[in-house]
């Protein structure tokens, strides 16, 4: 069974860094896109970034220059380095996984707070 487990979220003061992980296990087949999401203003997850199998990454506009998304393919890993953090990037964020073939791998999420 493949599970998905973020963890790094927690409370930070606005301008503050954080490093979300999100790690796989019981994955079997390969990874082509490892990717962020968090809840958009209408209730649906949107996607802030994203990394594929030759390391291409996009950005959501609302994080392009502040946060980076890195890989570790051995360990079936995928990071969230966030800097320069707003209050309004505060949110619950998770991390998805699509293999090559078959449905999406989501993981539950982990809870982002940008206050004083």
């Known amino acids: 069974q493949v599970q998905l487990v973020e963890s790094g979220g927690g409370l930070v003061q606005p301008g503050g860094s954080l490093r979300l992980s999100c790690e796989a296990s019981?994955?079997?087949?390969?990874?082509?896109?490892w990717a962020w999401y968090r809840q958009g203003p209408d209730g649906d997850r949107e996607i802030i970034a994203s990394?594929?199998?030759?390391?291409?990454?996009r950005y959501a506009d609302s994080v392009k220059g502040r946060f980076t998304i890195l890989k570790d393919d051995a360990k079936d890993a995928v990071y969230l380095q966030m800097s320069g953090l707003k209050p309004e990037d505060s949110n619950i964020y998770s991390c998805r996984a699509d293999p090559l073939f078959g449905p999406s791998y989501w993981g539950r999420g982990t809870p982002v707070a940008v206050s004083t």
């Open positions: 990394i594929g199998t030759d390391d291409s990454t």
């Open positions: 019981g994955i079997t087949k390969k990874i082509k896109v």
